[in-house]
């Protein structure tokens, strides 16, 4: 193994030794098995190549500054993919097998959890798929469940620096009765064209608004969104909305610093009137904002006049990294130390 550049790590995929498969057939799952393989076998026919039936995972394990391995909320993953599972009829994967196998997968590769103070973590990759050969548009018999893992470094590569963004109206990410809730790669696909302007018009990612009027705002691109003002923290309420876990830990903590806390219809009007705005995920914790522009009316949003991230935005992102590097006491149950 080549000597890892662990403070200049992209967010991409790293090659490490070992994943952990698990398969469904006739009914029931098998045991965990390992491979150092990268590569899967299927039937041509299989239901997840024709009808989308897959559904993933991303959350991640970090070095704590006691140099103990921390996991951050396993078991709110484990219960998104079964909710995942649940929406796309795929074989449910049990929270204890979810468990067992990000484990599993965290120990057979422990040697490329990044240090404590590198600012890159272990992004952990649960994976399932249906298998099964299917012609005729219905639900697989077969599934593959997988995870594999990787060291990474921040999503956007600013990092914690403020990015600007893109509003779109002409791409919808999903649609208000369809898989939005849920976190299947359908979803994802249909951002990326819209995604990839904003990369080439200079923008980190699009922001995207209600499918059905136009008028609010729903996604962050790959990410939740959040606004800050009246010491109230602010994020959108919808039905095509991933559930962020990291979302739903800073509104824990977000209260617990005296804040309000709201989940409503956000009008883009309203980006007028925020003191801070930020996307939040597992895979960027938070990207403050600096500069929203709307694509379709030219109108500009601008924050973080100083070139830095606003102070709630600031305190927030500290306090949910401490927790997940062990600085701050886990006082939620929120962690999973890697024994």
């Known amino acids: 193994m080549n000597a890892i550049d662990w403070k200049n790590l992209p967010f991409g995929y790293f090659k490490t030794d070992y994943n952990v498969r698990c398969y469904y057939k006739d009914g029931k799952w098998g045991d965990l098995e390992v491979t150092d393989s990268e590569y899967i076998t299927m039937h041509m026919a299989a239901t997840c190549l024709h009808y989308g039936q897959e559904a993933f995972e991303g959350l991640k394990a970090f070095t704590g500054v006691d140099g103990k391995i921390r996991i951050f909320r396993i078991e709110e993953n484990a219960k998104r993919m079964i909710r995942s ?83 779109v109206r002409d791409f919808d990410r999903a649609a208000p009765l369809g898989t939005g809730h849920i976190k299947v790669g359908g979803n994802y696909a249909a951002s990326l064209r819209a995604g990839e302007r904003a990369h080439h018009d200079g923008f980190a990612s699009a922001i995207f608004l209600d499918a059905r009027e136009k008028k609010y705002i729903d996604e962050a691109g790959p990410a939740n969104f959040f606004g800050i003002k009246n010491n109230t923290y602010i994020t959108p309420d919808s039905v095509s909305i991933l559930p962020s876990i990291t979302n739903m830990s800073l509104r824990e903590l977000a209260v617990e610093m005296g804040m309000k806390v709201e989940r409503r219809h956000v009008p883009v009007e309203e980006l007028d009137e925020f003191e801070e705005v930020g996307a939040c995920g597992t895979a960027a914790v938070i990207s403050p904002i600096k500069l929203i522009h709307d694509r379709e009316t030219g109108k500009e949003y601008r924050y973080c006049k100083d070139g830095k991230a606003g102070v709630v935005s600031e305190k927030l992102y500290n306090e949910l990294k401490g927790i997940q590097e062990g600085r701050i006491p886990d006082r939620h149950g929120w962690i999973t130390i890697v024994e």
């Open 85 to 167: 599972a649940q929406g796309l009829l795929m074989a449910e994967v049990p929270e204890s097998l979810f468990t067992e196998a990000v484990i599993k997968a965290v120990k057979l590769n422990i040697k490329y959890v990044p240090p404590y103070g590198t600012g890159a973590s272990l992004y952990i990759r649960p994976l399932l798929i249906g298998t099964g050969p299917e012609v005729g548009v219905k639900p697989g018999k077969e599934y593959t469940f997988m995870v594999f893992v990787g060291p990474v470094g921040p999503y956007f590569k600013e990092g914690f620096n403020p990015v600007k963004m893109q509003v």
